[in-house]
């Protein structure tokens, strides 16, 4: 094992834009009898609506680990037990897996994972822009910054409907997202390219499936947009460099051209240096 080193981090930044109404589930244990059966997450200082990073990290493994499964390139080899329900998952540990390096493996008791291996990627929790904040705040609805949607369900023979009332984000919304990759280890440097691309293959996967719950309803329809990406190395940290910003970027775009263009000047510290 080498001895960890950060070599330079890329920070990944964009907006998530909604398309349709989005519902990721909050604490119900505020929800008023005659009120609103299923509430967004909200920020507990601010009460805003918010995307948990770990609700986005959870969407993109899942999403990533599901891709390479079609290919054949993974097994789902771990069982967890989330809510009472059996979710099958991957986690092997390897630091040549791209899921288990981006996304981290912890672990297990069984000994399948032997080792912790720290995630590489950070998602940060996604805040509202302030356009959209401004926007939300002219809503004219009995909840702060979100819309409620009725929703019913018909039994099938008694025809007794079973309606329901839930929250969301509105269509139009949008939030500042960003995740930053580490690239701590010599031995990962030979990855970076793999890790980017797949991690843009993970946003584009996300913009024709969906974030939150309802998926299949018509809700948590996204749209990456705006991406950027920055390079700091370490000389950045060190006060002695700047970071090196490549704007804006398309998500269709060649990862080894945009690789480049972020590098050939090099004042942000090149791929591998060592300070
Ligand atoms: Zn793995």
């Known amino acids: ?69 079609a290919k054949g390139t993974l097994e789902f080899n771990k069982k967890m037990i989330v809510g009472g329900q059996n979710i099958s998952h991957h986690e092997c540990g ?81 939030f500042h997202f960003q995740m930053v ?12 390219e793999e890790d980017i691309k797949e991690l843009f293959a993970a946003l584009r996967l996300l913009n024709d499936d969906y974030l939150g719950g309802h998926g299949s309803r018509g809700y948590g329809h996204v749209e990456i947009k705006g991406l950027t990406l920055k390079w700091r190395g370490l000389s950045y940290y060190t006060g002695e460099g700047k970071e090196e910003k490549e704007e804006p970027v398309e998500l269709t775009g060649d990862v080894n051209q945009l690789i480049d263009k972020i590098f050939q000047h090099g004042t942000g510290g090149t791929l591998g240096e060592d300070k």
């Open 181 to 192: 990759y580490n690239l701590w280890q010599p031995e990962n440097f030979q990855y970076f």
């Open 1 to 69: 094992m080498v001895a960890s080193k950060i070599a330079g981090k890329m920070l990944i930044e964009g907006k998530i834009h909604c398309l349709t109404g989005l519902h990721i589930g909050g604490n119900q244990d505020v929800s008023e009898i005659g009120g609103v059966d299923l509430l967004v997450i909200r920020d507990a200082v601010s009460r805003e609506p918010y995307i948990p990073g770990s609700s986005l990290k959870g969407k993109l493994r899942s999403l990533l680990e599901r891709h390479h499964f």
């Open 94 to 174: 390897e630091n040549k897996c791209v899921i288990c390096r981006l996304f981290g493996a912890s672990r297990s008791k069984d000994g399948s994972t032997k080792e912790n291996l720290p995630a590489s990627l950070y998602v940060r929790d996604a805040y509202l822009t302030e356009e959209s904040r401004d926007k939300l705040s002219q809503l004219e609805s009995a909840y702060y910054l979100s819309e409620v949607k009725f929703e019913n369900t018909l039994d099938r023979i008694t025809c007794a409907a079973n309606p329901r009332q839930i929250e969301r984000v509105p269509r139009g919304t949008e």
